[in-house]
């Protein structure tokens, strides 16, 4: 009889040795970053009596059977195994969920019920809630986890605040709180790399762990691991051939890269003279040139790099994320002012914005969620 190949997930042991404050780990899905860490917070309670927390974006992620099902995999992992029940030597052999946190438990069969421990292990933290848990203490907690960081959805107005102070809630005045940071591929956008000055995550390769440190605050470090192919790869996916479309959506399911959609591109080749006006679009890193075509009476906008530097700062419109006192600088273009801006929105309220590649597609992409989400004026 053949013998099957054992699935080979994630091992968090290399990253774990840089010690870091804050260690984000980013790759495909179902390798075993979560898991990895769960077992951490699982392993900290039985041995030394410390709890973790679990930090997800919205309060819907912890509600009913999302909350119950969120460490499913150490009741019964890829291998069929009881974590619990082994790392607890017995005494525990599921574990409940209720009111935000989680109880180790067991079934007692004299008393025809489950028994919970009487101290939860680990606590949940949304952060749409974040002002509601300010006026609490956590000071066993060691632990934290926030999963699924990255989105390819919404991010929240002002999330990295709202993130940080949730730490500030949990942290207060102690130093022995690590923070594990997990996200899939799925977008390459994502505020919190730039908030905490990651500038070399988007170029990083995979299979690697760079480290970051800090001038204002040398206890600092943050540790960014971009994982590597998943061995077993056939094993664990079950067959490559329900994914082997010609999709790059798809490609963060399949090999762990970077999530990118797809835009449509230039429609016709164009000559100088067909561009009417040209405006600008920062955001992040990037900077873009929107150019205003006409070519045979058919109006639309093309999209591409600009690595030039604006021409005319004073005087060309520019729109930007950050706030700029000169007229001409802008925050949303969806939300126009005159008629040069309704103009320019009404290409994209028409679909007639076209780009060079579908990764500045994915910039405008997330610059236009950006205009929607952000409550300030």
Request: net charge neutral.
């Amino acid at each position: 009889m053949a013998k099957t190949e054992k699935i080979v997930f994630y091992d968090i042991k290399p990253v774990l040795s840089y010690d870091a404050t804050y260690t984000m780990i980013i790759g495909e899905r179902s390798n075993g970053k979560t898991y990895s860490v769960q077992e951490i917070m699982l392993r900290e309670y039985l041995e030394h009596g410390k709890q973790g927390a679990i930090i997800r974006r919205w309060e819907a992620d912890f509600r009913g059977k999302n909350g119950q099902q969120t460490f499913d995999h150490l009741v019964c992992n890829a291998d069929g195994e009881n974590v619990v029940k082994k790392l607890s030597n017995g005494k525990y052999d599921r574990i409940r969920y209720f009111s935000r946190r989680w109880y180790l438990a067991k079934y007692d069969a004299e008393l025809d019920r489950v028994v919970s421990s009487e101290e939860p292990f680990c606590f949940a933290f949304a952060l749409t809630l974040t002002e509601h848990d300010k006026s609490t203490s956590y000071p066993n907690v060691t632990t934290i986890l926030f999963d699924e960081f990255l989105t390819r959805d919404y991010y929240l107005p002002d999330e990295f605040v709202l993130f940080m102070n949730t730490i500030s809630t949990i942290v207060r005045y102690r130093s022995d709180v690590r923070i594990f940071m997990l996200g899939n591929t799925v977008n390459r956008y994502c505020p919190y790399f730039s908030e905490m000055g990651l500038t070399g995550v988007l170029k990083q390769k995979r299979g690697t762990i760079e480290e970051y440190r800090y001038k204002s605050n040398e206890e600092l470090t943050v540790a960014v691991e971009y994982c590597g192919e998943a061995k077993s790869k056939k094993v664990k996916h079950g067959s490559a051939k329900y994914f082997g479309f010609d999709n790059p959506k798809l490609r963060m399911i399949t090999t762990g890269e970077w999530e990118i959609g797809m835009y449509p591109h230039l429609p016709m080749k164009y000559e100088k003279s067909d561009v009417r006006f040209m405006y600008y679009l920062i955001f992040g890193e990037d900077t873009l040139a929107c150019e205003v075509i006409c070519k045979n009476d058919v109006w639309f906008t093309f999209i591409h790099r600009w690595t030039t530097g604006i021409r005319n700062p004073d005087t060309d419109i520019v729109y930007h994320t950050d706030y700029d006192p000169r007229p001409n600088w802008k925050r949303k273009l969806t939300n126009p002012h005159n008629e040069v801006e309704r103009f320019i929105a009404w290409f994209f309220a028409n679909d007639k914005v076209y780009y060079v590649d579908n990764e500045v597609g994915d910039i405008v992409y997330n610059y236009l969620k950006w205009c929607v989400t952000d409550n300030r004026k």
